[in-house]
């Protein structure tokens, strides 16, 4: 048994659509959330300064306790993950598109993928392409316009379809039937993009299995908390906690308090993912 807390870390808010998933698993756990929002978009920025803050805000996490990673970001696992499993002894939990299940499901052979510019372009996701599609036609599409709609709390306005319907209705004159939702924050918006796309086109999204992976390393490396703990939730944000908090109040459902991240020391990281 171990009362240790879990960490987890985003460019911003989205995370909390992993976080949600990981706290429906497992109420005996302990969570730390950073939200890093100073720092947001991540899938715009040089991937030298992704992999800096991303080890340092696992080691902060780690500084406080923190028994386990989950890097609730596909950006930052496509570009920091090998250099957070070397650093660090914990087990850490990444995320990617779930080209995979898409693969799989879709009739029409031929699937979108929205996610960050990062994600797109990054090595992983062309071996996830490689090992999953096969014969697929996987069509991607960055939307940074969304994340940022996200970012504010944006997730139902008018506004913000209008985001949706310009990154969505161009995959579906492509033929897609089974668009990914390859960004932490999209799912916030899966609403608006299943009602853009219709009924006839599926929105998978990885996060339900990042939340079993976790569970399953726990496991595997006996780190689950006590049955009968309630577990709590911690959050920090590195932009203005008086600006984020509303916003992550609104995602999470649940009034909490968001603390000022300190200022961390940048981490010098060499250039492997
Ligand atoms: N939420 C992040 C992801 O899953 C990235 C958003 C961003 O900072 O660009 O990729």
């Known amino acids: 048994m171990n009362r240790l807390p879990i960490g987890v870390f985003d460019s911003g808010v989205g995370g909390l659509s992993v976080l949600r998933e990981i706290r429906a698993l497992v109420a005996n756990e302990d969570l730390l959330y950073i939200a890093d929002s100073a720092h947001v978009p991540y899938g715009e920025k ?41 650093r660090f002894a914990v087990p850490v939990i990444g995320m990617e598109p779930a080209v995979k299940p898409a693969a799989l499901k879709t009739r029409a052979r031929s699937i979108g993928v929205l996610a960050t510019n ?48 310009d990154y969505v209705v161009p995959l579906l004159d492509l033929g897609v039937d089974t668009i990914v939702l390859g960004c932490t924050h999209y799912p916030f918006v899966r609403t608006l993009i299943a009602d853009v796309a219709g009924p006839r086109v599926d929105i998978v999204d990885p996060n339900s299995a990042v939340a079993r992976e976790l569970q399953r390393q726990l496991n595997r490396n006996h780190l689950g908390a006590p ?33 000022r991240l300190p200022k961390l020391s940048s981490v010098r990281a060499d250039s492997r993912g």
């Not at 500084?63 to 993950?81: E, F, Q, W, Y």
């Not at 990054?122 to 069509?139: E, K």
């Not at 577990?231 to 308090?257: C, H, N, R, Y």
């Open 46 to 86: 040089p991937h030298a300064f992704v992999r800096s803050r991303a080890i340092a805000l696992a080691q902060f996490l780690i500084d406080h306790g923190a028994k386990a990673i989950v890097v609730a970001c596909n950006t930052a696992t496509a570009i920091a993950i090998a250099a957070l499993r070397e």
């Open 118 to 165: 990062s994600t797109l372009t990054s090595d992983r996701f062309a071996g996830l392409i490689a090992r999953f599609a096969g014969d697929v036609a996987v069509h991607v599409r960055p939307c940074p316009a969304l994340v940022e709609q996200v970012e504010q709390g944006d997730i139902a306005s008018e506004t913000t379809r209008e985001v949706v319907r």
């Open 227 to 259: 049955a009968d703990h309630h577990g709590k939730e911690k959050f920090w944000t590195s932009a203005e906690p008086e600006d984020v908090q509303p916003v992550m109040i609104q995602l999470w459902g649940k009034e909490i308090i968001v603390l």
